[in-house]
């Protein structure tokens, strides 16, 4: 199958529902506050599976609790193809710019995933999870506040012929890069392309 047949398989999404990712990233002040602003092509669906419970979505800031995000490996992921860019590649990224509580967030942001080479949704099967290694190993949500923190999820294009940052590929869940993360630099240094995104709120008092 080619990827101008994929693409109908995998549409990016109506322009209804990228205006609601834009004005949702808008609202909650993730643009053009912790990330520069961008134009969405295509959705980016994200579900968790908690141990014991059915399946979350996320849904562009609903709140979950922490105990429906225990989980060890991340959530399965979803991307419509863009329509532009057949043969591109891209990385997910997750983090939380809250830290230490989002009204005092007078740290760098917390790194908590990074997938790279990632590929749209399967063309036979529009639903398919993706299954790549992470780049970054998934670190579960921690916030240190009643106020719920924004988790936020970007999908990134690749370049071409893209340059990881090595200290990001080998940290571990507790590395001290983690903390130390700088999203706007990040974007320029890996001259990665924003075209969509999520997100969802936990607090220290989000409940089931």
């Known amino acids: 199958m080619t990827a101008e047949q994929s693409c109908l398989y995998c549409p990016a999404g109506s322009q209804t529902r990228l205006d609601e990712i834009y004005q949702a990233f808008f609202k909650a002040d993730i643009i053009p506050d912790i990330i520069p602003t961008f134009i969405p092509t295509t959705y980016l669906d994200l579900q968790f ?89 998934y670190a579960q949500p921690t916030p240190l506040s009643f106020a719920p923190h924004r988790y936020t999820f970007l999908l990134c294009r690749q370049p071409p012929n893209p340059v990881y940052d090595f200290q990001l590929q080998t940290v571990g869940i507790t590395g001290n890069t983690r903390p130390l993360f700088n999203i706007k630099q990040y974007l320029i240094k890996s001259n990665l392309t924003v075209v969509s995104g999520n997100f969802f709120l936990q607090g220290l008092n989000s409940v089931v």
């Open 49 to 137: 599976q908690p141990l014991n419970g059915k399946p979350i979505n996320v849904t562009l800031g609903n709140e979950i609790s922490t105990l429906q995000t225990l989980i060890l490996s991340g959530p399965s992921f979803y991307f419509g193809q863009e329509v532009d860019y057949l043969n591109a590649k891209y990385t997910l990224i997750m983090f939380d710019p809250d830290t230490p509580n989002p009204k005092l967030n007078i740290l760098s942001s917390i790194l908590h995933w990074i997938v790279h080479d990632l590929l749209p949704c399967n063309s036979t099967n529009p639903r398919a999870p993706l299954d790549l290694p992470p780049n970054t190993m």
